[in-house]
């Protein structure tokens, strides 16, 4: 059974890939999560034109990604959080939140999927690797510092 996939799908597909799949496999996982569609004519045809506008849009992202990846590499955010009276914090320090301080201080928009990390619990330093497209990676530094 042909289907087009909404998602990406870790070692399975990337969105808007078009793949046979056995219809039981389709019917009970990939349907009820919204993770695919049944492909017709008419939205092979959308997706292979979705795909082609893409695939501009990534080589213009990928000639722009190692002049972002200059701005980032070695770059330091510092970020300040509450801390317990045995210095440990209270909440951890989250993508989401090292996301909104790149763009703050570094003036640099990226999406979650560029952070590869898991969630901060202790005060200090952390390198945190940032995949860019087109293979192109960064490591950022991010201190946090009791406040």
């Not at 990406?8 to 793949?19: E, F, H, L, M, V």
């Not at 980032?72 to 320090?93: D, N, P, Q, R």
């Not at 570094?106 to 969630?119: G, H, Y």
Request: proline residues 3%; glycine residues 6%.
């Amino acid at each position: 059974m042909k289907v087009i996939f909404v998602k990406d799908i870790p070692g399975i597909a990337r969105k808007n890939d078009i793949k046979n799949v056995k219809p039981g496999y389709y019917h009970n996982y990939l349907l009820p999560r919204g993770m695919a569609v049944s492909a017709t004519d008419k939205l092979i045809t959308a997706t292979e034109a979705k795909r082609a506008a893409e695939g501009l849009r990534l080589e213009e992202l990928a000639k722009n990604a190692a002049e972002i990846a200059k701005k980032l590499e070695g770059a330091k955010l510092i970020l300040k959080h509450k801390v317990t009276s045995k210095g440990k914090l209270y909440a951890a320090v989250t993508e989401k939140e090292i996301l909104e301080a790149i763009k703050k201080d570094l003036k640099v928009e990226l999406a979650k999927d560029n952070l590869k990390m898991k969630p901060i619990k202790k005060v200090g330093e952390e390198e945190i690797g940032i995949h860019l497209p087109g293979d192109v990676t960064a490591k950022l530094i991010v201190m946090i510092e009791a406040q």
